[in-house]
């Protein structure tokens, strides 16, 4: 491969990976990819600290581990060296740039829990610094088509914010009274059972955080949970308003 | 009767059977007994699954699975012999594909529990395929009229819709949870009570799930729950700003 | 007293109770103070029914007893008397037919009970009879202006519907339940704190039915309960939108 | 000092402490200030009456204490001394008609807790009274330019009305139910936990009023509750139906 070819496959990759740099709609196919990996990273990452789950998939999750490490891995060395196509950051000087860029430090703190090789359980909720780069994604996708779809744009962002929330809250309560109440609050995902009931406002009672600071951060969620009844009441009522005008003009 | 006549019998019932061929507003006579007989079908399905029923009105019960099965064949029949009225399914080959449309196939999958006379309540739980056939209904007849009174369509949409929920959450969570929690989810009607507290958000918390199946369902339910709230709450919304629209221009 | 002057105090006394005789806004003095005579005897109804309550303040209960007994026997005979100014109802035979006109024999079934002086808590639950009538004086005197000012007609609409049903939910799981749990339904008061726990859809869960009967009444109470939660948003949300559309032409 | 600089001064002092004196859009760096220690002044009489915390931080407690009825005397002193200033107040009359305006009254009122020194939780209630003060501040400023931004008005007004109904309803509950049961209403920070769950209509069901009075302020509560869910709605579909009309316009 002659230095022309180097350089034409490095621009073709470059606009693949930054979605600045992506002239049509959407998401590249290598940045859907991407996405994909990173979902699973989390949805990976939460699965784990159920107990009864990793004791059980142990083989499964550990390949599955050095799978995901080896792809971030490959996609954190191509990134460094396609940021120079970026006018932003030229040269070798750059590429150093990029590399203390808060994208790139965040890109390698969400790689050293797989790095390091530690089995605890609060490394692994390092993982989910992977978050923060599919929320950067996500923003520069479908964010910017907003403006002309406004309807399919709140829609979209609801669904993110819920997750967001829903996530977000699991993590906080897994942290605050996994020791405490390991039934309840002794994984992610059975703390996402309590967060599911408090954000809905179902509130069944059968789980609830019991310790001061559980009990801000529930309260919190509860607050933040009625946005998850307001936006869509607020899309429709809107939707429901342009409808009935639309129907008496014609 | 003459061949004549008997076309003209064929013609007519065809006009009475098939809502696409029904000229005027709403669903035909025919159709609406048929509505009727289905509803009727699936709320018995559902009682069915309550042991404490089932022993005491046993009689009841199959009597009236017989004479409700023996509509749906005559209903079969009747629709097997009048599809060649329908452009679509001209000739004995039309019948033939006729009988292999997946209506015709879920009509037929519908009556088996029937035929097939056995007691199991899993196997009941197949008469609710009957509620595909309710949804194409459902779908041609009022749907149809939407477009001129949107506040109707909504309205009658939100209910449809809500009972969709409650029936469909209450079968997963009889089926997941029926054998761990007998008193809480032995039969379809029990699970209603905790499915209409979930969808409702009230939430009493005397009955929840505690298999992991059961919570992913539950959770599902519960975000689908605030659709139950947001649908009216647009609609009113909408329809107040309507009417604070006009009182202004008069 | 002579004749042109009874009939001038008739005429006068006929105005001040017919709702729709009244030419001014909102209701006479006279409707104003039955209004609250009924509100009370309902408020009484529903605390006499409390039997903590009976016991301490049985003399005080028999008192207000023959008070409002003694005012609605004085106001039955009184609508009686001037029914004859309206000309639906002129001469003996149109008095007649007032006596008979559903209204009147509802004002009699109301009177029943205290005339009976059963003291049998069954038969306490007839006073709610009387609610039929403040609905009649609250159809007649704000709904009629209700056309002006929509936003005002809505809110006290609400506010109507809401203790509505708040009341006949009670009055119903005090009947089914009253029985079968007799700390949570055993009162109407005590039936009124579920009550309000359903509407508005906090379920804390300390009291719940367990009849089959009961949860049906629940289930509806809960569906309907959200329109409590629709109703005030709808309206709010109709009237931001109007304050912004007037912020932006001016 | 001489005369004049001390009269300048004051004037300069009283255009920072009367809102209303105040030419420039917001509060002045000191009624920002004095914002800020009264809502420390709130906070610390809610913590003051966990008694966990109480027996820990006592020393913490009572600095804090001392330092906050300084600079609640020195404002007292501050306000009566200028208000001359303000044409209202003209004259050794006018500012003896201030000390008797509700305002200095309650500033006093709210003073006595700490003057007196008595250690009774009762009377640290009394240190609530300061609500009624940054209510009257948090109307004259934010409120002032809610006329041209109906949105941001409306959401910080919302967020007010939720912080007072949630410290008021837990005072209630803590005063009603805190000797019946000391582990849920025992404390306000306590009672708060209840509140939280109930206006957001959560309802997990730990913790939930059992006398007659506390259970008809928690029915009230729960009303008003709904009052959060339905203000952000009608916001944001307010502001959904203006941004889809803007988005058809242009």
Redesign the interface.
Known sequence: MDNAAALSFRHRLYVQLDPAAWQQQGLSLTNRFICALIVASIAFAILETEPSLETEFEDVFSLLEWLLTAAFIAEYVARLWVCTENPKYEGWLGRLRYAYSPIAIVDLIALTPALLSIAGSEVFVLRLFRLVRILRLARLGPFSRAMSH??AA?RSRRYNL?LLLLIVSSVFLYLIEGNVQPNAFGSI?RA??WS???L???????V?PIT?MG?VV??IT??L?????????????????????R?KNN
């Open positions: 406004i309807g709140l819920t995902p996402m059972w599911i009931a408090t809905t406002t179902v509130g069944y009672g059968d609830f001061p009990r529930a309260g509860a607050v949970g009625i946005g998850m009844i307001a936006l869509p009441t607020g899309i429709l009522a809107a939707a429901f308003s342009d409808a009935i005008q129907d």
